[in-house]
C-alpha cells in the first residue's frame, strides 16, 4: 500500500527530476554521496516515520502533557521515538563532518525531514528545535560552547529550546524585560519570565540547552539592546559531568488546541526554585558579543521559519493523501444523471465536487513541498556554489522567500486539511480519522514563529525593497528565466508562462505603486494581501517549474499527468485569485487604516 504521510514518488520527481540533487556530488562537500546515499537516507526516513512515530501521533493527542508541580510526564512512546531517531543519525544530516554531520544536501536532508513532520508533527518538535538550536551556536557560540552544548545535542542526549516571548511583549522583542546580571567569573544570572516556549521543560533528555534573550544592564533600549545567552537545565561541568539544576523552573504548561503532544511552556528564570551555587538566579553564558543577540537569534529563527512551512507543508499533504484514501474507498451515491436506485453505489471520488476538493489539495501541497525543497536547494547553492556571485545570490533568493516559505504553506495547506475534513463529510469531523487532527495542528503554524501579518511586514516591508529594491528584482528576474524556458518550450507550458508573466508584471508594479511617496503606514496597511497575492504567483512559478520539468505530454504515467493537471488547475482556479487582490493593493486602499477602534 502507498504511504499515506507523504509520496515518495512526488519527492524523488523534485529531487531528481526537477532539481538535480545529484549534480551536488560534483562539488567537495558532497563528494562522498551518490543517488544511493540520498535514496538509503530518504528509505530510513519514512521508514522510521512510518514505524516509530506516525503509530502514538493520535496517542499523544489525546493524553497531552501533564504537570503536577514536580514532573512534566509525556506517554513513553515519544521517548522511544526520539531515540529511535538519535539511533538514525539523521538530525545530523546537514551537518559538518566535523561535528559528526553527515554532509547530505540540505535538500535531501529537508526532505527526510518532512517525513516525521507529516507522520507526528509534535514529538518531532523537540529534535528539530534542538537541531536550530545546535546551528545558531555552531555559527555563533564558542568552540567550548559547542563542546558542551552542540554535540550532546546532536548526540540527542540534549534537548534545545529558543526562548523569545514574554508574557506582556509576545512579538515585539523590543519589550522584554528579562535580565542578565554578568558575574565575576564571567557568567551572568538571568533573571525573567518567558511565555510560549516549545519543549522548554521534559524529561525526555538528560539536559534542556535554553537559549534566552535578555538585557544586560545598562543595554541599549529596544531591539538594540538585546543579548544571547545558553541558560542549561542542568549545569553542565568542564568535563562534560552533569552538576546543580540551574534556576530555570516551570510555572506552568499551555493547553493548546494542536500539537499537543509538544510541551508548550512558561518557564520562570531566577525565582528562587533552585539556587545554583547557592544563591537564586539562573547561571547564563553569554553567545557571542553582547548586544547581538536578535541577530544570533534570527539565525534560528529563519532557520525555524522554513522549517514552519515545511511542517504545515508536511500535515497538508497527509490530510490529503489520507483524504484521497477515504475518496477512493468510500461508497456514496450515483453519478449525477444516474436513475436507478437500484445501481450499485460509486465511491465518492466519482462525484466532481470531491474531485475538485482534491485537486485543491493536490495543488496546494505539491506546490508548498516545491517551494520548501527549493529553498532547500538555495542554501546547499549558497553554502557549496563554487562562484562567490552565485552563493550571494542564493543568499538573496532565499531571503526573499522565507516569509513566503513560512506563511504560504501555514495558510494553503490549512485550507488543504479542511479540505480534508469535508471530503470525509461528516466522518471528518470525529476523532475517529486523523484529518481533524492534522487542521488542529496545522493551526498553530500561521501564528508561531512570526505570525502572518508580521511575515507580510517582512517581505512588503523589508525584503522587497532591500537593497535598493534587489530583492523584488532577482525574484522577478528568476521567474522570468523560468518563463522564458517555458516559452521556448512552446504548447501548454508557454501559455501558463504568458499567464505567469501578466502577474509577475503586476508585482512589480504594486510593488512600485505601493513604495511611490515612501509612507510605510500607507504602503504597509495592506501587507497582507500583498503577501498573499505574490505567494500565489510564487506557486504558480513552482508549478511551471514542475511543468517543465515533466516528459512530454502523453509519454509519461499517471503521475506525470496528474501532477499537469494540477498545474491546469492551479493557473485556472488560484491565480486568478491575485487579481482583485493586486487591484486593492494598487489603490491603495484606506478602508482598514481609517476605521476608528471605537467603531467596533
Known sequence: MPSTLLSRRDLDFLLHDWLRVCQLVERPRYAEHSRETFDDALDLAERVA??????????????????????????????????????TGLLTAGLDASVGGLQLPHAVAAACFTWFQAANVATSAYPFLTLGNANLLLAHGSAEQVDTYVRPMLEGRFFGTMCLSEPHAGSSLADITTRAEPQADGTYRLFGTKMWISGGDHELAENIVHLVLARIPGAPLG????????????????????????????????????????TNTLLSFGDGGHT???????????VGAPHQGLAQMFHMMNEARIGVGAGATALGYTGYLKSLAYARQRPQGRPVGAKDPAAAQVPIIDHPDVRRMLLAQKSYVEGALALV????????????????????????LLDVLTPITKSWPSQWCLAANDLAIQVLGGAGYTRDHDVEQHYRDNRLNPIHEGTHGIQALDLLGRKMTMQGGAGLALLTRTIGDTIE???????????????????????????????????????????????????HVVIAWMWLEQVLA?????????????????????????????????????????TTLDMRTDWF
Open 50 to 87: 512510518t514505524e516509530q512515530f506516525a503509530p502514538h501521533n493520535r496517542a499523544a493527542d489525546l493524553a497531552e502533557p501533564t504537570f503536577d508541580g514536580q514532573r512534566v510526564r509525556l506517554i513513553p512512546q515519544v521517548r522511544a521515538a526520539l531515540d529511535s531517531f538519535a539511533e
Open 223 to 262: 531591539v538594540k539592546g538585546i543579548s544571547l545567552f545558553i541558560v542549561p537545565k542542568v549545569l553542565v561541568g568542564a568535563d562534560g559531568s552533569l552538576g546543580d539544576r540551574n534556576d530555570v523552573v516551570l510555572a506552568g504548561l499551555n493547553h493548546k488546541m494542536g500539537f499537543r503532544g509538544t
Open 276 to 286: 545554583p551555587g547557592g544563591r537564586p538566579g539562573a547561571v547564563g553564558h553569554l
Open 373 to 396: 525543497l527549493y529553498c532547500a536547494r538555495l542554501l546547499d547553492e549558497q553554502k557549496t556554489a563554487p562562484d562567490d556571485a552565485d552563493r550571494a545570490r542564493a543568499h538573496l
Open 485 to 535: 524556458r517555458a516559452r521556448r518550450a512552446g504548447g501548454e507550458a508557454a501559455g501558463l508562462a504568458d499567464r505567469l508573466a501578466g502577474a509577475v508584471d503586476r508585482v512589480t508594479a504594486v510593488t512600485g505603486r505601493l513604495w511611490a511617496d515612501g509612507d510605510p503606514v500607507l504602503a504597509l496597511a495592506n501587507a497582507s494581501a500583498y503577501l498573499e497575492a505574490v505567494g
Open 550 to 590: 515533466l516528459p512530454p505530454e502523453g509519454a509519461g504515467d499517471a503521475f506525470h499527468a496528474g501532477k499537469r493537471q494540477a498545474a491546469r488547475y492551479f493557473f485556472t482556479v488560484e491565480l486568478p485569485r491575485t487579481g482583485p487582490q493586486f487591484d486593492l493593493l494598487a489603490s491603495r486602499d484606506r
